[in-house]
Structure formats: structure tokens, C-alpha cells
């Protein structure tokens, strides 16, 4: 939904052919996550759709939002849905948009937000947790130690796929592959050769 009285507050964004969101629609729980990096550039997201030539500095500048939310999207704990498998949609990847905001505001630090899409952040309550906590696995971002990094790696050698180690560690697979990664630099040879046990690194 959009209203053409309001202006684009942007000031890196040309006002020729943009309409800017009516706020009060967007204090919704969800949205996707194209919806919202255009709400990051004060853009309504019922109105516009990147990539269609009408706007190339407002495209360049989604497209640069899109590729940093690409890179965190296996992490960010303000995904609700993937929408499918790799490679990832922004038009079906559905977002909590008001962690999102917090995560764009607090993390990402993109500049010149508006004000609007600045006030969608969740409102803290005293003794409530940190926003920016993952709310569903708290493991996504955690430091895994020594012991835990080789279950996994045994886990992986004993014929457990990627994909079936991220359903039991409810990961995304790229952390898994990344965990696994990090444990196979960490132990050297096999885990599964009885000369290679005393050689496990320490860090």
C-alpha cells in the first residue's frame, strides 16, 4: 500500500518516481526480506520492484543492502523462513521485521535510514534478553569448544550428511560445513586413526 503525498526522506535517493512507504502498514511481525531492505531506503515495497530500471541509484543501493543481508542471512536470528534452498530468494526469505530492523540498525549500520523504519525496533522491557540474541538456536553464533567441535567431526566421518547434521543441531548447513571445517583444522589428520588421537591441537 502506498500514499504519493509522502516524500522519500533519503537523502542519497532522487525523489523522481519514488513512492515512500506508509508506515503505519509496516508495524507488522513480518515481512520478506526484499520488503525489508526497501524499507531501509525509505522505498515502498508495494510500489517498487529492484532491478526494473526506474530507479538505478535506489537499485544500486538495494543491491549492495541485499549482498550484506545475503551474508548474514545464515546467522541472523531474525530469519523465520529461508523460503527454499540455496541459492535464496529476498522476495520469499520472510524475516521477523522488527529484529530485522534491530539487526540493520545495530549490526549492519546502514546509513541514512528513516526515522520511520528506525522506530519499527521492538521495544525493550526492563530484564527482558538482548535483542539481537539468536531467539531460536543459540548455538548459530556461539564458540563451539574442542570437545564439541570433534563429536561433530566423528558424527560427520561415521557417514552423517551435512544436511542430516544440521536437522540434529538445528543449524543452517553452511555453519555445519563451516563447524566442520574448523574442526578438521583443529585435529589435522582423521579423527578415525588411532595414531592421530595425541595429536589434537589445543586452542
Known sequence: MATKK?????????????????????????????EGILLSLNVCPSAYMP???????????YWERLQITMDALPFGGWVLDKGGSF??????VTVDL?????WVCDEAEWENLPSEFVALQPKIKF????LNEVYKDSRASKEWSEEELEALLRKSEAGKSNADLARAYDLDRS??????KKARSLTGPSLNDPFSRNKVKKW
Open 87 to 92: 541459492p535464496y530468494s529476498s522476495g520469499l
Open 6 to 34: 509522502q516524500k522519500n526522506t533519503n537523502p542519497s535517493v532522487p525523489e523522481s518516481k519514488v513512492i515512500s512507504p506508509t508506515w503505519r502498514v509496516w508495524k507488522r511481525t513480518t515481512a520478506t526480506m526484499m
Open 51 to 61: 532491478g526494473n530500471g526506474i530507479n538505478k541509484l535506489i537499485d544500486e543501493c
Open 127 to 130: 530484564g527482558a534478553p538482548q
Open 175 to 180: 555453519r555445519i560445513s563451516q563447524l566442520l
Open 98 to 102: 522488527k529484529k530485522f530492523v534491530s
